[in-house]
């Protein structure tokens, strides 16, 4: 198959191009390389008769079009997108051209070249989509985000990414274009962008500085590693029903606390300190403006339905990331010096 990814060069993205090189599709990478991108990321199949690189942006709808009439995909998986909601907050406008706008234009790029082609049957359209867009759960242990949960975006980055997610199922009811959809729960691994709190709490850790946590770190993530996001995402696009969307997790929920106290220990273990642990590097700091409570994901459909289960534990998955950062400063280093990271961002102080 012939797969059109956007933002392969991103965290997610790249994972997904790796994975479908090394199961032999070909594979179109569209991305404008934002702050967010790394070509590095891609070494292992840059090189590949199966991997073309095309630098386009999904608010310019010409390139678009240029990209489909050149490669004639057979299949879309859309992940570009801004996706730290720390900028989002200061920076809204960035979200909305790119991830609500930009998706508008993927989809009638892809609704032209879909048509042109005379309605091939096994063309799909993937939209790549969070668990964000359903808001905040209680505490209560049996309530988790569904299928059918409501949406109840609460940040201007998953306020965006619901809309997106929108216009995806209109494109299929009104012009019948085959989409299937996915929402993800938070990812980490190999690869993250030096800015989400994996790799900060890693990096700051070895380099002696404060682990920021927001407010009393008792915001409930559900942890997924992200070589299992991507072999979920394939799962769905070969096998998913169309119009269908699917939730996927790891059923790993734990407070942020609970995940910065594991990798300090996995890294005092790794990595040991001359004294103490890297536990006492542990900084609270301001809270995030409306920051959700808690996400979970129920995947009972895609694991019923299409036979998909995660492959590592919380445990294992966060002791290979940790390794691998402690091996591949080469790449994490130069990311260090990108606008913004570093720095605490979206306080909500900004100019609007
Ligand atoms: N990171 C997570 O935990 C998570 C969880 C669930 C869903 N998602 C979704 O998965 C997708 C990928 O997330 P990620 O964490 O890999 O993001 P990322 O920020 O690491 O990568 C995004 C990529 O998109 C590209 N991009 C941004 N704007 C673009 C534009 N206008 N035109 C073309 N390319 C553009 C960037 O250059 C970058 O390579 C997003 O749609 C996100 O909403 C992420």
Request: glycine content about 0%; aromatic content about 0%.
């Given at each position: 198959m012939k797969i059109l990814v956007t933002g392969g060069a991103g965290f997610i993205g790249s994972a997904v191009v790796r994975l479908s090189v090394s199961r032999g599709h070909q594979v179109v990478n569209l991305d404008a390389l934002t702050y967010a991108a790394c070509l590095a990321s891609l070494a292992s199949v840059a090189d590949s008769p199966l991997y073309a690189f095309e630098q386009a942006d999904i608010r310019d709808r010409a390139a678009l079009d240029q990209v489909f009439a050149k490669?004639?995909?057979?299949a879309v998986m859309h992940l570009a997108a801004e996706s730290h909601v720390d900028r989002s907050i200061d920076g809204p406008g960035d979200f909305v051209e790119t991830n609500i706008t930009g998706t508008y234009n993927m989809l009638e790029a892809a609704r032209a070249w879909w048509v042109q082609a005379g309605r091939p049957e096994g063309f799909r359209f993937h939209h790549v989509s969070t668990d964000e867009v359903f808001g905040s759960l209680p505490a209560d242990p049996e309530m988790k985000f569904t299928e059918e949960t409501p949406y109840d975006p609460r940040s201007p980055y998953s306020a965006s990414k619901a809309a997106s997610d929108h216009l995806v199922r209109a494109w299929h009811e009104t012009y019948e274009l085959p989409v299937v959809l996915t929402n993800c729960s938070n990812n980490y691994g190999p690869y993250h962008f030096p800015e989400k709190l994996v790799p900060v709490v890693i990096l700051n850790a070895l380099a002696g500085k404060e682990l920021p946590i927001y407010g009393r770190g008792d915001n409930i993530r559900d942890w997924l590693y992200v070589e299992d996001h991507a072999d979920a995402l394939l799962t769905v696009l070969e096998r998913g029903a169309l119009g269908r969307s699917y939730n996927i997790g790891g059923e790993n929920e734990r407070t942020n606390l609970e995940l910065v106290h594991t990798l300090c220990a996995i890294l005092n273990e790794l990595r040991p300190k001359a004294s103490g642990s890297y536990a006492d590097q542990i900084a609270f700091v301001a809270d995030r403006p409306g920051h959700d409570g808690r996400y979970a994901i129920e995947p009972s459909r895609i694991r019923d339905e299409l036979g998909w289960r995660p492959s590592v534990t919380l445990e294992e998955g966060l002791r290979r990331t940790v390794q691998w950062y402690l091996d591949n400063e080469t790449w994490w280093r130069p990311l260090q010096g990108r606008d913004g990271v570093g720095e605490r961002l979206g306080t909500g102080r900004g100019a609007a």
């Open positions: 490669h004639a995909p057979d």
